[in-house]
């Protein structure tokens, strides 16, 4: 069975300054995917970032990057330059090879954005 | 490009009632999901379509709830008769089929808003 571990309830920051949101994983699968997405208070889930498991190179997406530590099986995710409009939830999320399609999430992280 | 429609946003109603939620995909997405995310919680998979047909259920409490596909197009999740820990919000993600697309991301509705007095 799949497990995320996002042990961060609730983060603030200060506007232009990065942040990191950690995200652990256990599985026993060789091939898996990794997801972050983005809530906001309007309820949609945003996609932010995918980090296949045999993917060499840490993934990035404009202000988003992620840190893959594959055998510390952690997954976290940095935002540079923070803006007020961070300011959501944020939901780590893991598809294995075995059950195409199925998320398994974290519990989220509440991000807040200080100006 | 339309994203994943889903309605009613919000629905309230006593325990015992029935109740429906619609959701239409993204055009030329063949998977379907219906999530369930309890308050402060991530979403949990209720039902996985592959076009019309229901190939992951395993988590859908089948007592109560029902959901189809017809067309293979738009879906609705059906709860009956509603108990008051059914209050959460219901999820609709779409994505494209195996194989298909970059990551085979799923893209989600607005989700619909169940109280249950």
């Known amino acids: 069975a799949q497990k995320i571990t996002q042990t961060q309830p609730g983060m603030f920051v200060q506007?232009?300054?990065?942040?990191?949101?950690?995200?652990?994983?256990?599985?026993?699968?060789?091939?898996?995917?990794l997801f972050w997405y983005k809530q906001p208070s309007s309820g949609e889930m945003i996609f932010?970032?995918?980090?296949?498991?045999?993917d060499e190179q840490n993934a990035t997406e404009g202000r988003y990057s992620l840190n893959f530590q594959k055998a510390r099986k952690s997954a976290n995710l940095v935002i540079s330059a923070s803006q007020l409009g961070d300011s959501a939830m944020y939901f780590c999320a893991m598809r294995d090879g075995t059950s195409y399609g199925k998320l398994t999430f974290g519990q989220g992280t509440i991000l807040t954005v200080h100006p | 490009e339309a994203g994943v429609v889903q309605s009613p946003r919000y629905k309230i109603i006593e325990k015992k009632q029935p109740v429906a939620f619609w959701c239409n995909p993204i055009s030329g997405h063949n998977t379907l999901y219906w999530y369930l995310q309890n308050?402060?919680?991530?979403?949990?998979?209720?039902?996985?379509?592959?076009n019309e047909e229901a190939v992951d259920d395993s988590q859908l409490p089948k007592d109560r709830f029902s959901a189809e596909r017809l067309k293979g197009v738009d879906s609705t999740l059906k709860i009956q008769p509603a108990e008051l820990?059914?209050?959460?919000?219901?999820?609709?993600?779409?994505s494209p089929s195996k194989g298909q697309g970059a990551h085979n991301e799923q893209f989600f509705g607005p989700g619909t808003r169940l109280t249950v007095l």
Request: some cysteine; charged content about 20%.
């Open chain 2, 39 to 50: 308050l402060g919680q991530g979403p949990e998979l209720l039902i996985r379509y592959e």
């Open chain 2, 85 to 94: 820990g059914d209050s959460a919000v219901y999820l609709c993600a779409s």
């Open chain 1, 15 to 33: 506007e232009k300054e990065a942040v990191t949101l950690d995200c652990t994983y256990d599985t026993s699968d060789q091939s898996y995917g």
């Open chain 1, 48 to 54: 932010l970032i995918y980090q296949g498991s045999y």
